[in-house]
């Protein structure tokens, strides 16, 4: 009982380490239309997909703004781990299911990529920069759209570290009734 989805979601684990390969176009395309394909509440398709090149210098800004507001010295690699493209998801702020819409599409990118070969990391860290005093600089910078906020992002890439999937206590976490 092991389809394909199945055998690619056993496979993914976070990467944190990327090689300086770019994504093909071609790879990009199937990845985003994943994030699209995904389903929204009330079919809103509410999700904003801005596709961030690595060498962006608003990522070291980002990265510099999160550092700044959690007190950290700077660290060998960005929050993006250097990873070539950095997917960033905004949704309609006022939107009772924005967050988990922007969840959705962004394990359907992610499993996408997985199925390409591909290592990606979803990404969490930058959210109180992205809604600190400096909200609007980087939503000018990254394109979001008005009335829309930063709900989460993916860095994807071609993989160089092998991390195992994490393990789980389906007994701890599943109730049966
Ligand atoms: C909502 C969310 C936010 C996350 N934010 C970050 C992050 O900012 N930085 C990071 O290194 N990993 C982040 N992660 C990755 C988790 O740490 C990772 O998924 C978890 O440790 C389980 O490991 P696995 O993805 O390899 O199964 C995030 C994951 C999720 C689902």
Request: charged share 25%.
């Amino acid at each position: 009982m092991h389809g394909q989805v199945i055998t690619t979601m056993e496979k993914r684990s976070s990467a944190r380490a990327y090689s300086t390969e770019p994504l093909s176009q071609e790879e990009l395309d199937i990845i985003l239309k994943a994030g699209l394909m995904a389903p929204t509440g009330m079919n809103r398709q509410e999700i904003h997909f801005t596709v961030v090149k690595g060498d962006h210098p608003v990522l070291a800004e980002l990265d510099e703004e999160k550092r700044r507001l959690r007190g950290q010295e700077k660290q060998p690699v960005p929050f993006y781990y250097n990873a070539p493209v950095l997917v960033v998801l905004s949704a309609e702020e006022d939107f009772k299911w924005s967050k988990v819409d922007a969840g959705i599409a962004v394990e359907n990118m992610t499993l996408a990529a997985e199925s390409l070969g591909l290592g990606t990391l979803i990404i969490g860290c930058i959210y109180d920069a992205m809604h600190g005093e400096k909200r609007a600089y980087f939503s000018e910078q990254l394109k979001i759209p008005d009335g829309y906020d930063f709900q989460i992002a993916l860095a994807v890439g071609h993989k160089t570290d092998d991390k195992t999937p994490h393990a789980y206590d389906f007994d701890k976490q599943v109730t049966i009734l």
